[in-house]
């Protein structure tokens, strides 16, 4: 039987994808310029009724790149979201142990007591999945097994925004062969994520910004370019809270 063109696109994109996760493992292994927070990777800002905001998931939910978890995506998220209500907030980050969709499951469980009184959870899943190889069949599985143990441990009316994987053709880490499979490999994702997250109430996909799609990302030791993505990324995520559907 003759492959389908489907088939043999991925075919040809196998040692591509290979090729990524190769160079995303040397990276890695080589994290003399990563930066992450120092403090405690929760905060609280005052004010009445304060809601409670989980940010969950890989590095940049708990703030890659910055010094202080308050210039991550949860501090981003708090300040836009206690802006919107004029209530206070409390807010929390959460890393998922290995970075991988395999293990969030684990993640929720082990989280469960904070997850139970949460307001708004964000979930950012998708970068070090995409390089490193997981299929989509395992993306599928994983996510779904996720949402599906998050929304049996929330309250019945909290938001869950889950953020969209990245355009990963932009990505400045890996080779120009290796960004194109990841960007192929990111959009399959976040079409899978798109349907799972349309089966439940009040959650929503969260678009990546179109401000942060334009230029080749390279990942430097300097804070001021992921001050401004968290910016743009949270603001992206305060404002999908509108289009949310019960």
Same mark, same amino acid.
């Given at each position: 039987?003759?492959? !389908?063109?489907?088939?043999?696109?991925?075919?040809?994109?196998?040692?591509?994808?290979?090729?990524?996760?190769?160079?995303?493992?040397?990276?890695?292994?080589?994290? !003399?310029?990563?930066?992450?927070?120092?403090?405690?990777?929760?905060?609280?800002?005052?004010?009445?009724?304060?809601?409670?905001?989980?940010?969950?998931?890989?590095?940049?939910?708990?703030?890659?790149?910055?010094?202080?978890?308050?210039?991550?995506?949860?501090?981003?998220?708090?300040?836009?979201?206690?802006?919107?209500?004029?209530?206070?907030?409390?807010?929390?980050?959460?890393?998922?142990?290995?970075?991988?969709?395999?293990?969030?499951?684990?993640?929720?469980?082990?989280?469960?007591?904070?997850?139970?009184?949460?307001?708004?959870?964000?979930?950012?899943?998708?970068?070090?999945?995409?390089?490193?190889?997981?299929?989509?069949?395992?993306?599928?599985?994983?996510?779904?097994?996720?949402?599906?143990?998050?929304?049996?441990?929330?309250?019945?009316?909290?938001?869950?925004?889950?953020?969209?994987?990245?355009?990963?053709?932009?990505?400045?880490?890996?080779?120009?062969?290796?960004?194109?499979?990841?960007?192929?490999?990111?959009?399959?994702?976040?079409?899978?994520?798109?349907?799972?997250?349309?089966?439940?109430?009040?959650?929503?996909?969260?678009?990546?910004?179109?401000?942060?799609?334009?230029?080749?990302?390279?990942?430097? !030791?300097?804070?001021?370019?992921?001050?401004?993505?968290?910016?743009?990324?949270?603001?992206?995520?305060?404002?999908?809270?509108?289009?949310?559907?019960?």
């Amino acid at each position: 039987m003759t492959p !389908s063109l489907h088939q043999q696109t991925e075919r040809a994109l196998r040692p591509a994808r290979l090729l990524g996760f190769v160079e995303y493992v040397f990276r890695r292994n080589d994290k !003399s310029g990563d930066i992450y927070p120092t403090d405690d990777p929760f905060g609280v800002i005052a004010g009445e009724n304060p809601e409670r905001i989980v940010v969950l998931g890989e590095a940049n939910a708990v703030g890659l790149g910055v010094t202080r978890h308050t210039l991550g995506m949860a501090g981003h998220v708090a300040r836009l979201m206690a802006s919107r209500t004029a209530h206070g907030v409390r807010w929390w980050a959460i890393g998922v142990r290995g970075q991988r969709i395999r293990t969030l499951p684990a993640a929720v469980e082990d989280n469960r007591e904070l997850l139970e009184h949460a307001d708004l959870v964000v979930l950012m899943m998708g970068i070090v999945d995409t390089l490193s190889l997981t299929t989509r069949r395992s993306w599928s599985s994983h996510m779904t097994s996720s949402l599906d143990a998050l929304m049996r441990t929330i309250p019945n009316g909290t938001t869950v925004l889950v953020t969209q994987t990245p355009p990963m053709d932009n990505a400045g880490s890996v080779s120009r062969l290796a960004r194109f499979a990841a960007g192929r490999q990111a959009r399959a994702f976040n079409s899978i994520t798109a349907d799972i997250v349309s089966r439940h109430p009040h959650c929503s996909m969260v678009p990546f910004p179109d401000s942060l799609q334009q230029d080749l990302w390279v990942p430097e !030791s300097r804070e001021g370019p992921y001050v401004g993505m968290y910016s743009a990324w949270a603001a992206s995520a305060v404002g999908q809270l509108g289009v949310c559907v019960a």
